[in-house]
T-cell receptor
Framework: EAGVAQSPRYKIIEKRQSVAFWCNPI?????LYWYQQILGQGPKLLIQ????????DSQLPKDRFSAERLKGVDSTLKIQPAKLEDSAVYLC??????????????FGEGSRLTVL | AQSVAQPEDQVNVAEGNPLTVKCTYS??????LFWYVQYPNRGLQFLLK??????LVKGSYGFEAEFNKSQTSFHLKKPSALVSDSALYFC??????????FGAGTRLFVKA
């Protein structure tokens, strides 16, 4: 079974530039999450999708961050314009949320963003 | 407010010695409890979980965790640490609505 795919693995940009990250979850996983992990901290949920609908985006800085999951499969997270404090690893995760959800999250390798 | 606490930023242990990484939680109801591990430049990997049943659960790589309802704790343990166990460990609680709350993480350093 293929895992959660993310790209790019690394990205370096100047502040005020834009960047996009892509995630393809495990096949059949209806729930997709984007987390931000700042160095030395635990993952912070940015947005949660159930199929192609947003379940929770309460911690997403909507003035600069946007995310979509148009067909209920893969997802894109965009930052525009980037700030220095956006330097972090962006983790995508998916989970099975069928009749008996296990609660287990499956993570991709992450996309490390450095904003200069 | 629902929360997960990992009181130690770092745990140091000698190879071959037992290790414990602590976790306490404050969540209503009967949550699912998890431990994840993160190696450098990698995503988080599932180690083990507690949903119901025996309070001692066994997981990957020889790790186990003990659930204590009265103390609302879910400490991660291993009888004999390996240098390769050195990593960042996260305790997490899965609540209703498919939401997961993570602790801040504990860095485990195993010295040879």
């Amino acid at each position: 079974e293929a895992g959660v795919a993310q790209s790019p693995r690394y990205k370096i940009i100047e502040k005020r530039q834009s960047v996009a990250f892509w995630c393809n979850p495990i096949s059949g996983h209806a729930t997709l999450y984007w987390y931000q992990q700042i160095l030395g901290q635990g993952p912070k949920l940015l947005i949660q999708f159930q199929n192609n609908g947003v379940v929770d985006d309460s911690q997403l800085p909507k003035d600069r961050f946007s995310a979509e999951r148009l067909k209920g499969v893969d997802s894109t997270l965009k930052i525009q314009p980037a700030k220095l404090e956006d330097s972090a690893v962006y983790l995508c995760a998916s989970s099975f949320t069928g009749q008996k959800p296990t609660g287990e999250l499956f993570f991709g390798e992450g996309s490390r963003l450095t904003v200069l | 407010a629902q929360s997960v606490a990992q009181p130690e930023d770092q745990v140091n242990v000698a190879e071959g010695n037992p290790l414990t990484v602590k976790c306490t939680y404050s969540v209503s109801g009967n949550p699912y409890l998890f431990w994840y591990v993160q190696y450098p430049n990698r995503g988080l990997q599932f180690l083990l979980k507690y949903i119901t049943g025996d309070n001692l659960v066994k997981g990957s790589y020889g790790f186990e965790a003990e659930f204590n309802k009265s103390q609302t704790s879910f400490h991660l343990k291993k009888p004999s640490a390996l240098v390769s166990d050195s990593a960042l460990y996260f305790c997490a609680v899965y609540t209703g609505g498919f939401k997961t709350i993570f602790g801040a993480g504990t860095r485990l350093f195993v010295k040879a």
